[in-house]
């Protein structure tokens, strides 16, 4: 297998069940403390914020999302858009910051989600292409694994 993966410069590998655990801590402290619901929130926008707090600035950048699911995690919680599948699969938007593609990446029967995870991170690591990498994993299952991936970098 010798075809050459294109990735963009600037990566973001979400672990969404994650992702959904911690937007669903969110709501569930301040709902009862605002005493009111709280809104989805813009998944475009939670990716601008996590670009920006990576440190990219406005320009023509390219942010490539990569968001590893299960069949327990297969639509984000409390985001919108939410359908992993149908709107956030090859999907991209753009703002004064770039453009923002999307990826969503099952993990199927054959392997665990932590597994696929952790694969797509030494293929980021391997890349050339990539100058940075933003992560959101699940570190309470993984974290370690993770760190140790990271040692080398």
Same mark, same amino acid.
């Given at each position: 297998? *010798?075809?050459? $993966? ?24 301040? %709902? ?25 600035? %406005?320009?023509?950048?390219e ?23 149908? %709107? ?36 980021v690591?391997? *890349? ?7 992560l $959101? ?17």
């Amino acid at each position: 297998m *010798s075809e050459k $993966i294109h990735l963009s410069e600037n990566v973001l590998l979400i672990d969404v069940a994650f992702l959904n655990f911690v937007m669903s801590d969110l709501k569930r402290y301040f %709902e009862p403390l605002l005493k009111r619901q709280l809104p989805d929130v813009d998944f475009s926008e939670l990716s601008t914020y996590l670009a920006l707090d990576a440190g990219i600035t %406005e320009g023509k950048n390219e942010i490539q999302t990569l968001l590893v699911y299960d069949d327990e995690s297969a639509a984000l919680e409390n985001c919108s858009p939410s359908n992993l599948k149908e %709107e956030l699969n090859g999907v991209a938007f753009t703002n004064q910051f770039g453009e923002f593609s999307f990826a969503s990446v099952p993990c199927a029967d054959m392997v665990s989600r932590e597994d696929l995870y952790l694969d797509l991170l030494h293929i980021v690591l391997d *890349s050339a292409d990539v100058k940075k990498l933003i992560l $959101i994993s699940f570190n309470e299952e993984y974290g370690a694994k993770v760190t140790e991936a990271l040692k080398d970098v």
